[in-house]
């Protein structure tokens, strides 16, 4: 049981490049969600799924595109990075919505240079 | 809006207690609680529902004023092991969206 699992660990882009950050869980969880935390701003939520076939803007959105592609599949997409999107990125997933325990994955460390 | 948190560090020695707060300007349906180690993923410790009813997770425990709109956790007779960035989580208003505070870091000395 690996519970949240996200590639990949570490990367590295240049202004106005694109990437996709994976995320997968395997608990039969419904909701997904994806975070970015900066240094003393904790975290914040970029999208979330709250079940399958549904997404939703959260806090910090501009930038960034999601995929819910199943059940257990939830992607993030940077369509033109920019050095301001430099941060760690974590997925996580619940049960039942946002009122439930949250369970996060190991985190993507991202650098657009 | 996100939850403020207090204090921002603190600095123990084991075997001592502390407490860390956390207040929201909006109301507030729920009040969860996690803890990060550095270059960890935050894990879950608590979640309080409107009510005030105090949970607990081993010596660490956590209330939830609904009133007040602030949450505090009460960690006694801290380990080694308690060392970590805590923070708050509040649900509430309008969206109903899981809004962080920017986190208290805690360290426990021998």
């Known amino acids: 049981n690996a519970g949240v699992t996200q590639t990949p660990k570490f990367q590295v882009l240049k202004t106005g490049q694109s990437m996709t950050l994976q995320c997968a869980q395997d608990?039969?969880?419904?909701?997904m969600y994806w975070y970015r935390q900066d240094p003393g701003m904790g975290l914040r939520l970029i999208y979330y799924?709250?079940?399958?076939?549904?997404?939703d803007k959260g806090e910090v959105p501009n930038g960034y595109n999601v995929s819910r592609l199943n059940k257990r599949e939830f992607s993030l997409r940077l369509e033109s990075a920019a050095p301001s999107q430099t941060s760690v990125y974590f997925c996580?997933?619940?049960?039942?919505?946002?009122?439930?325990?949250?369970?996060f994955g190991p985190g993507t460390r991202l650098t657009v240079l | 809006q996100q939850p403020v948190q207090s204090p921002q560090a603190v600095i123990l020695r084991e075997g001592e207690d502390a407490v860390i707060n956390c207040s929201s300007s909006k109301a507030l349906y729920s009040v969860h609680w996690y803890r990060q180690k550095h270059g960890e993923a935050p894990v879950f410790l608590m979640i309080?529902?409107?009510?005030?009813e105090q949970k607990g997770h081993e010596k660490i425990s956590a209330s939830f004023n609904e009133k007040k709109q602030q949450s505090s956790l009460y960690l006694t007779a801290s380990q080694l092991s308690y060392s970590g960035t805590y923070f708050c989580?509040?649900?509430?208003?309008?969206?109903?969206?899981?809004?962080f505070g920017s986190g208290t870091q805690l360290t426990v000395l021998p």
């Open positions: 996580a997933s619940s049960s039942q919505g946002m009122g439930d325990t949250q369970y």
């Open positions: 608990m039969n969880h419904n909701s």
């Open positions: 799924s709250a079940s399958e076939g549904t997404t």
């Open positions: 309080l529902l409107k009510g005030g």
């Open positions: 989580g509040f649900v509430g208003g309008s969206a109903r969206q899981l809004t």
